[in-house]
């Protein structure tokens, strides 16, 4: 079973920077499509940003050019620098796993942005 645990969330002002990070207890972590989702209240989970096993990226438009996912599969984490925060920022982030070929995801237990002044 994959354990996914994530930390770095807190308080940032709007223009400020703050990089969440997931660890990850799957020993065969590389093969895994990795990804950072956001809900806020009253909102739908979405996609954030996503890293698939070859390092390939995408992003949700209203984070491109400001976020930027990596991953160290020798660490067996994952990251995401978000810079240039925006109050629309503000949400519960997760981390997600999903194995390319079982199509199984895991899920953390997620870790509160909030941007404001």
């Known amino acids: 079973q994959v354990q996914l645990v994530e930390s770095g969330g807190g308080l940032v002002q709007p223009g400020g920077s703050l990089r969440l990070s997931c660890a990850a207890s799957?020993?065969?972590?590389?093969?895994?499509?990795m990804g950072w989702y956001r809900q806020a209240p009253g909102n739908q989970r979405e996609l954030v940003a996503r890293i698939t096993s070859g390092s390939s990226t995408n992003y949700a438009d209203s984070v491109k050019g400001r976020f930027t996912i990596s991953r160290d599969n020798a660490k067996k984490t994952m990251s995401l620098q978000m810079n240039s925060l925006k109050p629309e920022d503000t949400a519960l982030y997760y981390c997600n796993a999903n194995h390319p070929i079982r199509k199984r995801e895991y899920w953390g237990q997620g870790t509160q942005v909030t941007v404001s002044s």
């Open positions: 799957e020993i065969t972590f590389s093969i895994y499509t």
